[in-house]
């Protein structure tokens, strides 16, 4: 459970109506029972319920089972996409790793307005899930040109770009490109993709590595989790 932080052993933590709800109603769980509670920056920690119902409760904080445990430096950039495909992206850059979340729009953007609390609430269920010690922030929606114009200097840009498997004037082309170490950013487009005039602004960049996932075009929630596996094999953890 996700509990906001600091935590240190021998605290007693408030529980909010939806947290007493969750482990009472949800998970069953009664006075005495034990579960991993984390606040994303200070590790893992095993609590104790001293109470639980619909209005709240109270755990006891013990002793800390696992050291706070951030993943490599990949960022997620994405043009959101339909409500659900958007909450499953996020849902899986979290599970697969990504220490950041940028929702970007472009020139063919599917929906340029994200509810940036609902897309965090998800990056934090996916987190307690997946039993991680870490949420990555998920920023609010910015324009593609605005995010290149600040790009910082050090970061990779990995441009995932369906047309690069048949473009012959690409000698890199292919889905050999290699990923590029941390710090780096993976970009996704929306279903139409980007726009010719975006492609060559970001093939054009300074920091850009433009990389196909095969010959195939996969739907923009596949590319992303597909893009996160691949840099983690190669390169994360
Ligand atoms: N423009 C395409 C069309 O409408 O035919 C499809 C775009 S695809 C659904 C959405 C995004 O996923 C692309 O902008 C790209 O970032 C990524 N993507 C999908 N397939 C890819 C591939 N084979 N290689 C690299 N990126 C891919």
Same mark, same amino acid.
Not at 55 to 74: C, F, V, Y
Not at 124 to 131: P, S, T
Not at 155 to 161: G, P
């Given at each position: 459970l996700h509990i906001t932080g600091p935590l240190g052993a021998g605290q007693c933590v408030e529980l909010s109506k939806d947290q007493g709800h969750y482990l009472s109603g949800v998970m069953r769980l009664a006075p005495g029972d034990t579960l991993t509670v984390f606040d994303g920056a200070s590790g893992a920690f095993r609590a104790t319920i001293a109470s639980?119902? &619909?209005? =709240?409760?109270?755990?006891?904080? =013990? &002793?800390q089972t696992a050291p706070q445990r951030n993943p490599p430096d990949i960022w997620l950039c994405f043009a959101p996409i339909k409500k659900a495909r958007t909450d499953f992206i996020v849902e899986k850059a979290t599970e697969l790793g990504a220490a950041r979340i940028c929702p970007v729009t472009t020139q063919y953007t599917n929906s340029e307005r994200i509810r940036q609390d609902r897309l965090q609430a998800h990056a934090l269920e996916a987190a307690e899930q997946c039993g991680g010690t870490f949420v990555p922030p998920v920023d609010d929606i910015l324009p593609l040109r605005k995010m290149l114009a600040d790009w910082p200097a050090d970061r990779a840009l990995i441009f995932c770009d369906e047309t690069l498997s048949e473009d012959p004037d690409w000698a890199q082309g292919g889905h050999t490109s290699p990923f590029p170490p941390a710090p780096a950013a993976i970009l996704i487009g929306p279903e139409g993709g980007f726009s010719p005039e975006e492609r060559g602004v970001l093939r054009a960049h300074p920091n850009a590595h433009p990389v196909s996932l095969g010959p195939r075009i996969l739907r923009a929630d596949t590319a992303a989790a597909a893009a996160l596996t691949l840099w983690q094999q190669a390169q994360g953890d």
């Amino acid at each position: 459970l996700h509990i906001t932080g600091p935590l240190g052993a021998g605290q007693c933590v408030e529980l909010s109506k939806d947290q007493g709800h969750y482990l009472s109603g949800v998970m069953r769980l009664a006075p005495g029972d034990t579960l991993t509670v984390f606040d994303g920056a200070s590790g893992a920690f095993r609590a104790t319920i001293a109470s639980a119902s &619909k209005r =709240g409760g109270t755990l006891e904080i =013990g &002793k800390q089972t696992a050291p706070q445990r951030n993943p490599p430096d990949i960022w997620l950039c994405f043009a959101p996409i339909k409500k659900a495909r958007t909450d499953f992206i996020v849902e899986k850059a979290t599970e697969l790793g990504a220490a950041r979340i940028c929702p970007v729009t472009t020139q063919y953007t599917n929906s340029e307005r994200i509810r940036q609390d609902r897309l965090q609430a998800h990056a934090l269920e996916a987190a307690e899930q997946c039993g991680g010690t870490f949420v990555p922030p998920v920023d609010d929606i910015l324009p593609l040109r605005k995010m290149l114009a600040d790009w910082p200097a050090d970061r990779a840009l990995i441009f995932c770009d369906e047309t690069l498997s048949e473009d012959p004037d690409w000698a890199q082309g292919g889905h050999t490109s290699p990923f590029p170490p941390a710090p780096a950013a993976i970009l996704i487009g929306p279903e139409g993709g980007f726009s010719p005039e975006e492609r060559g602004v970001l093939r054009a960049h300074p920091n850009a590595h433009p990389v196909s996932l095969g010959p195939r075009i996969l739907r923009a929630d596949t590319a992303a989790a597909a893009a996160l596996t691949l840099w983690q094999q190669a390169q994360g953890d």
